[in-house]
């Protein structure tokens, strides 16, 4: 297996715009779950967006419609794209890998629910004015 690596996290102002992306080389999409975690400070950390092999994804409520994950096969790189940043968006994003058996259909929330065993190191994300 290869490394997770993030990158895309900066400052922006409220109403803006990031895309993060992640390195996922070495862990191919046909058996894994990919998602993105994240962390404010003094909070625990919060399961975001799962995506799974058959496209399926899950968002969890404090991001759907503003966020979309997203595989790039041919880059081998996963995405987040992130729109109407509120302050509350202000963490440590991961990225996160799990190995399914890729003959089996996941829903993006079994996707969810699975123990991650492979992260990135995370990047930065400040939403302020």
């Known amino acids: 297996q290869g490394q997770l690596e993030e990158s895309g996290g900066g400052s922006v102002q409220p109403g803006g715009s990031l895309r993060l992306s992640c390195s996922v080389s070495?862990?191919?999409?046909?058996?894994?779950?990919f998602g993105w975690f994240r962390q404010a400070p003094w909070k625990f950390r919060e399961k975001i967006a799962f995506i799974v092999n058959r496209g399926n994804t899950f968002y969890t409520e404090t991001v759907k419609g503003r966020f979309t994950i997203s595989v790039d096969n041919a880059k081998n790189t996963l995405f987040l794209q992130m729109n109407s940043l509120i302050p509350e968006d202000t963490a440590l994003y991961y990225c996160?890998?799990?190995?399914?058996?890729?003959?089996?259909?996941?829903?993006?929330?079994?996707?969810?629910?699975?123990?991650?065993?492979?992260w990135g190191q995370g990047t930065e994300v400040t939403v302020s004015s």
């Open positions: 996160v890998a799990n190995r399914i058996v890729a003959r089996l259909t996941y829903s993006g929330d079994e996707c969810r629910r699975r123990d991650y065993d492979n």
């Open positions: 070495g862990f191919p999409q046909s058996d894994h779950c």
